[in-house]
T-cell receptor, first 113, second 114 residues
C-alpha cells in the first residue's frame, strides 16, 4: 500500500519563486491536512480539508494556498516563497473523527534562499 | 487555546533503561490524546492513543495513561532498545471535533546507546 505520498522530498527555491508541494493518498480518507515542522516548535497546522471541494485555514496559513478537487489529492502552493517558509512540510490524512489515526507522508524539506 | 507541553530533550539512555517522557495538556472537555513517533528521515506514525479519562494506550512496550485530574499523558517504557531512538511527539485532538486537527508538543528526541 502506498499510503500518503509526498513529492518532492527536497526542494531549494529562491525568494519570490512559487511552487506546489504534491500530496496524494490512496486510503479514501475524507480528511487531509498540511503541517510544517520547525525546530523547537513541533508541527503546526497550515491548512486542512474535510472533503473534496472543502478547505479551511489552520494555525499558520499565511503565504500558502490549497485546493481539494479530488478525495485523493491535496496540493499545497507557495505563491511567493520567503526564507521564513524554510521548513519540513508534512501531509497527513485520516478518516473523520477526533480520535482517528493520522497517516503522514515522508515529508518535503524546503529551503528558501 | 488548547496546547501541549512536553519535556525538553534530548533524552539519552542506555539500552534496557526505563523511559519516561512527560506530557501535559491544556484543553476544554475531554480531548483525544496521542503519542506519535518519528524515526530518522521518516514521517510521523501513531504509537498509541487514549480517548477518555483513565484509558491506557499501549503499543510495542510503550504505555501512557490519560489522567484528567493532572491533565497528563506521560509516555513510559520499561526497557528501551537502540531501535527506539527517535523523536516522540505528544498531541491532542480537541473534544467534540469532527476531525483530528492535531495540536502537537515540541517533540522529544530520544537517543538510546548500546
Amino acid at each position: 500500500n502506498a499510503g500518503v505520498t509526498q513529492t518532492p522530498k527536497f526542494q531549494v527555491l529562491k525568494t519570490g519563486q512559487s511552487m506546489t508541494l504534491q500530496c496524494a493518498q490512496d486510503m479514501n480518507h475524507e480528511y487531509m491536512s498540511w503541517y510544517r515542522q520547525d525546530p523547537g516548535m513541533g508541527l503546526r497546522l497550515i491548512h486542512y480539508s474535510v472533503g473534496a471541494g472543502i478547505t479551511d485555514q489552520g494555525e499558520v496559513p499565511n503565504g500558502y494556498n490549497v485546493s481539494r478537487s479530488t478525495t485523493e489529492d491535496f496540493p499545497l502552493r507557495l505563491l511567493s516563497a520567503a526564507p521564513s517558509q524554510t521548513s519540513v512540510y508534512f501531509c497527513a490524512s485520516s478518516y473523520k473523527g477526533a480520535s482517528t489515526e493520522a497517516f503522514f507522508g515522508q515529508g518535503t524539506r524546503l529551503t528558501v534562499v | 487555546g488548547d496546547s501541549v507541553t512536553q519535556m525538553e530533550g534530548p533524552v539519552t539512555l542506555s539500552e534496557e533503561a526505563f523511559l519516561t517522557i512527560n506530557c501535559t495538556y491544556t484543553a476544554t472537555g475531554y480531548p483525544s490524546l496521542f503519542w506519535y513517533v518519528q524515526y530518522p528521515g521518516e514521517g510521523l506514525q501513531l504509537l498509541l492513543k487514549a480517548t477518555k479519562a483513565d484509558d491506557k494506550g499501549s503499543n510495542k512496550g510503550f504505555e501512557a495513561t490519560y489522567r484528567k485530574e493532572t491533565t497528563s499523558f506521560h509516555l513510559e517504557k520499561g526497557s528501551v532498545q537502540v531501535s527506539d531512538s527517535a523523536v516522540y511527539f505528544c498531541a491532542l485532538s480537541p473534544a467534540g471535533g469532527a476531525t483530528n486537527k492535531l495540536i502537537f508538543g515540541t517533540g522529544t528526541l530520544l537517543a538510546v546507546q548500546p
